[in-house]
């Protein structure tokens, strides 16, 4: 069966600095994997070859059996794969509810149209809906600067998700999310991503996370990946133990993969 998502041989440097060196990575259709590794070890910059944001110095991304390699996020967004970011992108002076509904009229209409009303029944009926999905309806009206932290990640991916893609990348979900709220956002999230079907690829540097959510894990070391596979097996892996997880584990503990 063809991966949803394949990369062959991608690289990305800058100078003389090696950021991606020959990723090759499968992701097939409703997978859940979790990608591990240092600050620098080329995750985002993998996350952002794949989503358009970097030009990769060499290699491919082919989604669907289509290549899309060095295509812009618009494109990469309209094929199919959507992303949110470690630091949520959202319009901080207007309510929950608007933010979605911009994301839904630059979807339509490609960019926003300045004599066009941005509220309509359709609209506001499809964003309602989507708030409901991740559980942000109470906060509907509220203006995005007043959230918590946990919420404005949530929105991000809500935003993210107006497309319905296929496949969905998560740049450090749990990032600045307080312990409270962690498990519950990625329940939210998880649930919200299953019920559409699409396949998720999300980066995380908190252990417990990634053994309770991750079907599997990519760890990346040096711009490299150096594992790949289920998370009892990579989290065990004396390699991924030296350079990724560290003293993680012991901070973690093994419960996280019984969780």
């Known amino acids: ?13 800058f100078g003389a600095v090696v ?5 090759s990575v499968r992701v097939a259709e409703g997978e ?3 990608v591990i590794g240092a600050n620098g070890a080329g995750k985002t910059t993998f996350i952002n070859m794949v989503t358009g944001y970097l030009k990769p110095s060499a290699g491919t991304v082919r989604f669907r059996g289509r290549d899309i390699t060095g295509l812009a996020p618009r494109e990469v967004t309209r094929a199919g ?8 992108q959202i319009f901080r002076e207007l309510s929950v509810l608007e933010n979605v509904l911009i994301a839904l009229a630059m979807l339509g209409e490609g960019r926003l149209a300045w004599l066009r009303p941005l509220r309509s029944r359709e609209r506001e009926e499809r964003a309602n809906a989507l708030l409901r999905r991740y559980a942000l309806d109470a906060y509907a009206p509220a203006r995005a600067a007043t959230l918590p932290q946990g919420v404005r990640k ?6 993210a998700t107006v497309a319905r893609p296929a ?18 956002l990625m329940d939210t999230v998880m649930s919200a991503v299953r019920e559409t079907g699409a396949a998720s690829l999300f980066v995380e540097h908190d252990m417990e996370i990634v053994a309770r959510y991750a079907s599997r894990v990519i760890a990346f070391y040096e711009g490299r990946v150096i594992a790949d596979g289920p ?8 390699e991924v133990r030296r350079h990724v997880v560290g003293t993680e584990l012991h901070r973690t503990g093994r419960s996280a993969f019984h969780a």
């Open 32 to 34: 859940v994997v979790g």
């Open 81 to 88: 794969v959507c992303r949110s970011f470690q630091i949520p």
């Open 154 to 159: 949530l929105l991000d991916i809500a935003m």
């Open 19 to 23: 950021a991606a060196d020959e990723v």
């Open 167 to 184: 496949l969905l990348l998560l740049d450090e979900p749990t990032s600045g999310v307080s312990v409270e709220e962690k498990f519950p």
């Open 1 to 13: 069966m063809e991966p949803i998502l394949e990369t062959r041989s991608l690289s990305k440097r």
């Open 231 to 238: 998370p009892r097996e990579v989290l065990g892996d004396p």
